[in-house]
């Protein structure tokens, strides 16, 4: 057997019970699915990554993707992976049977791609992002974009990428120069990308760039972007692939998920790139943002993973480990005992208790979104879309940053679980902590998505998202205050919403008052704050199912599994939820200390 | 020039005008020196980092120190730096002029030494191990062992170590069983150490590591352990250095650090390793102790370090980086207008003022630290003497764990303000990222600090250190009330004082009735709490002088300068200080949920 990587118990419950997997496969477009046939799929998944994504996560790491003479040189298993994950279906798991799916709800393509991240965070992003690519063909693409593309890139034998980041843009992307020129036969592209995952590498026949450029003479930012479909090789009209004038120039060597590739573009360097426009001119970055809450609430999906595997290498070590003894009454150790297990300590049960409420709310967090998303685009009601897509809309920036920082800080602890050792190569969690850092930055960095959530989210629909949201929490609340055991929990989330609502009443004003520096300055302590709210609520939730188990005597999992669910929400409640009451003491404060373009603060 | 890693200007502000360094001056022991002597010391430290150590750092982590055919191989630089700094008198800096030292204070030491450690983490542990081994044999060794082993290890021609940890006893010393068997001349050793720092490198000519290790019939645990001076290679009758059967079986490869080499040690495999006993029998946890509040101070002042150079890097690049616009007053941002330095969005100046109030934060714990130390030595009031060996005693778990844990925080930060190049290796913030990470597992984790703190230092001579601490606190707050400006602080950070009483009139109780495991079962947060209060207190103090320095008009420093430090009281106030409300809530809380021998919360 493999090294444990995953907690498919875990996963299941939340999936299944907690989040009700049924309701979204009462809809029609799911018909051909039930929990049996999830299960084999999700159980094939699991198989599959045993086999085919953990062996290869360290030697990925060691030995990197890197640049050599014009091209990116991967690890095999790259291109083993695409192609083996084309047959299983997974790259058009999403996707209508009419273009070759498996019409699969988000939900469970999302679970089955985080038990492949949990395995190993550096391959399935190949995969992740020939699928967005190919959903923005499918999506907006004309018919024939789509019979040449498409298909190729389903069976993995083609990969794509996404092109945004421009050297001298950053995250601005209304500052991206990449140039589309009309030609005959469609339009010439020139231009320079950065950071670009899955770039390139040796084995693909063919890579489908989705490039973000500015058609001449189109509007300064964002209104002025289009998107092409530019492939690194072009067919000729007899069917032959030849070069489309796209060239690696050079990679980026990273800290962690190095074996995943990020490369800089070159296009058009001979004025031979030729790019095929999706959809209408200038509304690029639209049709990008369509995408991007799935790309958000992958990175998110990526980081509830790998904290998921940092805490199962943790708990693992914990219960192996004899060192040290147990305090007596004296206050002394008494070294004729025999040493303990490192568990035993309370100190280390602390640690492995946070990692357990970080890498399980997360994930619950993850499967909760990817419904709303399933919710919003296949309810029969139109209204209950609606009602979804805000949920979806609030929950996206949260569900891509709390598990990227809170991760980030839970694979920390759980390195300092090991000791020495955890800082050593010969272990894993060292791996796990280099990883996880990318992910505060992937798809717009945590200050960014703050900014997403409390300048827009909060604020959207004269802040209908916030009330809809409050209704689904005030929801697991009165169930809670209902269950004796959980009321006291239930009383103290209830003082939490209200906290939030005092916090926002606070910040609202500088809005009315035209002030967005002032209203934005403190977003990332106002994402801190609502996402411990938020997952605070998912472990009320959680307690909830586990407790109705307990009391009906259920037998599909153990009774120290649901009880271990219930005192993981105690855990979260006694030492996390309380954070809020700092940060919303931060939130509320009146100084103004970070806004104004004063560098002498730095003096 | 080089790039900046230091301000050496919140350097000498601190050192001199702070913490006052003329009070240590005053002592007896150090009328050779004054603030002059002081100043070019520093300044020449300053040169030699700018030219032996930060043109290394890079190097030194992409060539990391490796095993090979039984010797470790080092960056040349090592034997350089350790030949350098012997000539400069930086290994002896602290000892007596008898024994060729320079007797300078332990303030000024670690002055210097936090300059080299800015410029590069991975040389000074070479200098300062041999030191701290040389200071064990200085102190408690015999005039043999002085003669033989001090001059050689002063001039940097032979290294020192420190040999603590076995395979099978982690941080629990007590379980120590590398052994000393009397023969003849001396005792045999037999044993294995493991994470020795610097254990070896090919171009010392000797390496003398100091050795714990129980004599046969030794009572058990810590009571049993005496300490060794066993040299890589012993002296013959005729002065020859021959073979002393101390073996390099391999080392330890890390995530960071990887100049500084960690290895495994194994004494006696050919029943020929003789040991030299330093002072007594079975008190050799004592002597090492000793020597430990120094080696504590030595790794926070290590992590303050790193995250200087961080903040120092985050600092430039913000500076430098044009990305996006600023807000309009319709929330919107206008692309007509030139791009803004990143510097001038509110998160990232939100950032770096975090990074600014930690690395200066950490830096005035570590000088207050070394001052007390030298002052507890050297004081000619043997009350005052012991007054400032208790407020050491306090303080050394804190600047051991505060600026390892913090400053850890603090370069992820620093890191996420260069966004994806932070994670590139063409930048140095994942260097320091990953560097940091191994400073709050050195000399004892977090969590033993922990313990010490809240179950030994809060309790000794019942409660006199906290008391004494709380006076010096006291003192700074009365100041502060004295000056309008500052008077709001100084009553928030009187609440905060307050505040700790009350947490620990919850937690007293549980020693008084013999429930030592739930006393400490919090420890770790007990010890984030009541660092960032003892933090809080030392920013209210700098912007006392600060104002004081504003008021009066001095000139030393320029009026942003005095500025910049009360602003960044402020952001600690603002941001900071409000974590302990959350903290004290979490501690108080009765509910108990990490003490018992039980993994069924795991299931």
Redesign the interface.
Known sequence: MAQQYVDMDTLKFLLYRVHDLQTVLDQARYADYDQASVDLFLNATKDFSDKELFPFFREMDAAPAHFKEGEIIVHPQVEKYMKKAGEMGLIAALFDYEVGGLQMPNTVVSAAAYIQETANNHLPGYVGLTNGAAELIIHFGSKALNETYVPKMLTGDWGGTMCL?EPQ????L??IITVAEQAEDGYTISGQKI?ISGGDYREAENIVHLVLARIKGAP???KGISLFVVPKKRRTENGDLISNDVNTVGD?????QKGYCTTHLSFGDEKDCKGWLVGEANQGLKYMFMMMNGARIAVGRGAAAITMAAYQAS?AYA?E?P?????????K?D??QE??LI????????M??FQ?VVSEGALSLVLLTAKYHDLSTTHADPKEREKYLLLLEMLTPIVKTYPSEMG?VSV?NG??VL??Y?????FIL?QY??DI??F??YEG???IQ??DLL?RKVTMENGKGVLLLSEEIGKTIREALGIDTLAPYAKQLSGKLELSQEVLQFLIPF?KK????RF??????FMEFFGNIVVGWLWLNISIQAEKALVSGETQY?G??Y??KI??M??YF??EL??????A??LT?K?V???A?E?????
Chains 1, 2 share one sequence.
Request: hydrophobic residues 30%.
């Open positions: 980041t843009a950053g995250s601005s209304s500052d950071f300064a930012g964002t980026f060597q990273k800290m962690g708990l219960k480990r060192q040290g003894r147990s305090l007596t009454r004296t206050g150790k070294v004729s040493q303990t568990i035993n300590h309370p100190d280390v049960k602390r492995l208790l357990k980030s920390s390195l300092q000791g020495g955890g800082f050593c190569t010969d060292q902590f280099r850092r990318i505060p930055i960095t945590t200050g703050s900014l300048g809005v035209g002030d967005y520096q934005l300055s403190d977003a990332t302590v153990t120290d599994f009880t271990s005192h993981a105690k855990f006694k030492y309380p954070k809020t009451t700092a940060l003491e931060i404060n100084e200390l970070t806004v373009e560098n002498s603060w730095f003096a």
